[in-house]
């Protein structure tokens, strides 16, 4: 005879267990998604700047005076116009004219660029005389001589450097 408080048997001799602890999909939904979805919006708020302090926020604004101030003090240097013959094939000739003027930082540069000039000039001679007239066609070909220049006159005076070479005045025929 058996006592009704018993548990009863299974057909096939198994016996029910009852699962202790929480299942990966109950795992996953309540304990990992939350902390993922916590650590990126810390992460997101950290990047978009929330936590930085106020005193970061008047460094950039000292920053910023100061690179005013380096900019209140670029100086130009007009080069002598250059006139040379470009490289053609045949009997036909072509001349570029050419006025440029130099972007430097500060005035202490120019007295060096002044004794530097003959070297600046025979380097600019000697690269626009190997020019051909479509080499200057079309802004990508005015693109490509100006970064030309700019590299030849920083090699060329090397301690001193210009920012970037500026064109007044190109004729080309």
């Known amino acids: 005879m058996s006592d009704e408080n018993e548990a009863p048997e299974m ?4 016996e029910k267990v009852k699962k202790k602890g929480l299942s990966g999909k109950v795992l996953i939904l309540f304990i990992v998604l939350p902390l993922l979805l916590v650590g990126g919006g810390v992460g997101g708020a950290f990047m978009a700047g929330v936590f930085d302090s106020e005193d970061a926020a008047k460094d950039e604004h000292v920053e910023e005076e100061h690179v005013e101030e380096v900019e209140k003090k670029i100086v130009f240097y007009d080069m002598p116009e250059l006139l040379v013959n470009l490289s053609v094939s045949g009997t036909k000739t072509s001349f570029l004219k050419l006025g440029v ?7 202490m540069a120019l007295a060096e660029l002044e004794k530097l000039m003959p070297r600046v000039m025979d380097n600019f001679q000697v690269y626009l005389r190997e020019l051909r007239p479509s080499d200057l066609q079309g802004s990508a070909g005015i693109y490509r001589l100006k970064e030309e220049l700019l590299y030849r006159i920083n090699s ?8 970037d070479v500026l064109f007044k005045e190109m004729l080309v025929q």
């Open 156 to 163: 060329s005076i090397s301690p001193i450097q210009v920012k």
């Open 11 to 14: 057909e096939d001799g198994e």
């Open 101 to 107: 003027s130099l972007e430097l930082e500060d005035e």
